[in-house]
């Protein structure tokens, strides 16, 4: 990889447009995990001590486009960085697409990237906007560098100038180091509630890894699969033939899938649901299924104590609400307590991570949750190939 680093050029009175990922959990109007931000902190500190008018983009969430949302606003992010950078100026701006006023020495964060229409389809009119904002672009969010937005790759094409900032250069360096030769066996862990963008790495993963546990709305589609009744659990009936033939590909390929054998049931997911244990056979109309249940715990646990290198990316359950946080809890734990290398990444996995306070027994902790999981699949990540492009003209 040869492209251009932020530590290469020169910053001094330019306005330079960081893009970041600042996707974050956010609790009642307040970030409940700050870890994304604080990975991005020496960034965004390196480039106002060399005295650029710095503005910063980034998404939060998945909001539909071209409609403002306030539980997807990144103001109170904006608020949690000038708590975090108390000696450099933070403003925030709503409409910055036709011009934002930033001075040297200081930080504009702008509003969510993904309220502008044409973002996710990288738009070529979105994408100009956007670059005529800078002198110099930096792309710095690794955890965004797999998606191909037009304020990731477009703008990166456009801006007068782009390279790559610390953080994503410290990951990649790192993931690669990491992942020449992983120690066998391997496991990854695969959790979380975005099914379907996961569900395309899976067959990837079934290539590399010894061990793939699954967990969260993931698993619930290989149950659907495997004809298991899950009721009213999250899952994508679309993706359940898929789910199939990962089973059949795991099987020919000797790949172990571990799939909960118990879980926690609730008729809604809310911080007021009780939650009830339930083996698979049990599951009725309107349960939701909403962690895994103890013998899956105890399953994992045993599992993982064998392994030398594990890779976990996403939640078993929904481990922000008390009644279905014991899964979560448990891996976090059994992780720790492991001695394989460890590598765990992702927004809310690096907030389970935080919770349950387990972040010094983890070899690498990464900001990119699907993101790394598509560099191990040895995928180009497209923002790469554009710089790399744009370092060789
Ligand atoms: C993530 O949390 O994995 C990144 O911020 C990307 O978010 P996305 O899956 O909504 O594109
Ligand atoms: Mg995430």
Request: one cysteine or more; glycine letters at 6%; aromatic letters at 6%.
């Amino acid at each position: 990889m040869k492209v251009l680093k932020m530590s290469e050029v020169n910053l001094n009175q330019q306005r330079v447009l960081i893009r970041e990922d600042f996707n974050v959990p956010i609790e009642n109007g307040r970030v409940s995990s700050d870890v994304r931000l604080k990975a991005a902190i020496p960034t965004l500190k390196e480039a106002v001590s060399q005295n650029a008018a710095v503005i910063v983009l980034s998404h939060l969430g998945r909001p539909t486009e071209g409609i403002f949302t306030p539980e997807f606003s990144l103001e109170p992010i904006a608020k949690r960085l000038s708590e975090l950078c108390p000696t450099i100026p933070v403003h925030f701006v709503r409409d910055w697409l036709s011009g934002v006023e930033a001075k040297p020495g200081e930080i504009v964060l702008c509003e969510n990237v993904r309220f502008n229409e044409g973002e996710k389809n990288n738009v070529l009119a979105l994408a100009e906007k956007m670059a005529k904002l800078c002198d110099v672009f930096v792309m710095d969010a690794f955890a965004t560098a797999h998606r191909a937005e037009a304020s990731t790759c477009g703008i990166a094409e456009l801006a007068p100038l782009a390279c790559a900032g610390p953080l994503l250069v410290a990951e990649l360096t790192a993931l690669t180091k990491a992942f020449n030769a992983p120690e066998h066996p391997l496991a990854a862990i695969v959790g979380g509630s975005k099914v379907s963008t996961k569900l395309e790495v899976l067959s990837a993963l079934i290539e590399k890894v010894d061990v793939l546990i699954l967990g969260g709305g993931i698993a619930n589609t290989f149950l659907a699969a495997k004809n298991y009744f899950i009721g009213a659990s999250l899952y994508e009936n679309a993706l359940v033939e898929s789910a199939k033939r990962l089973l059949k590909l795991a099987d020919e390929q000797k790949v172990t899938i571990v799939l909960p054998l118990d879980v926690v049931v609730a008729t809604s997911c809310s911080a007021d649901a009780k939650g009830e244990i339930k083996l698979l056979d049990a599951i009725l109309d309107h349960e939701m299924i909403l962690d895994v249940g103890p013998k899956t715990r105890s399953h994992i646990d045993a599992v993982l104590k064998s392994m030398k290198t594990i890779i976990w990316n996403g939640p078993l359950g929904v481990f922000e609400l008390e009644s279905f946080s014991q899964g979560t809890k448990a891996l976090a734990y059994s992780i720790a307590q492991s001695s394989a290398y460890s590598l765990a990444g992702g927004g809310d996995t690096l907030a389970a991570v935080e919770k349950y306070r387990v972040q010094d027994d983890i070899s690498y902790l990464s900001t990119g949750g699907g993101a790394f999981l598509e560099f191990l699949e040895d995928k180009k990540l497209p923002v790469i190939s554009i710089l790399e492009q744009r370092a060789i003209k």
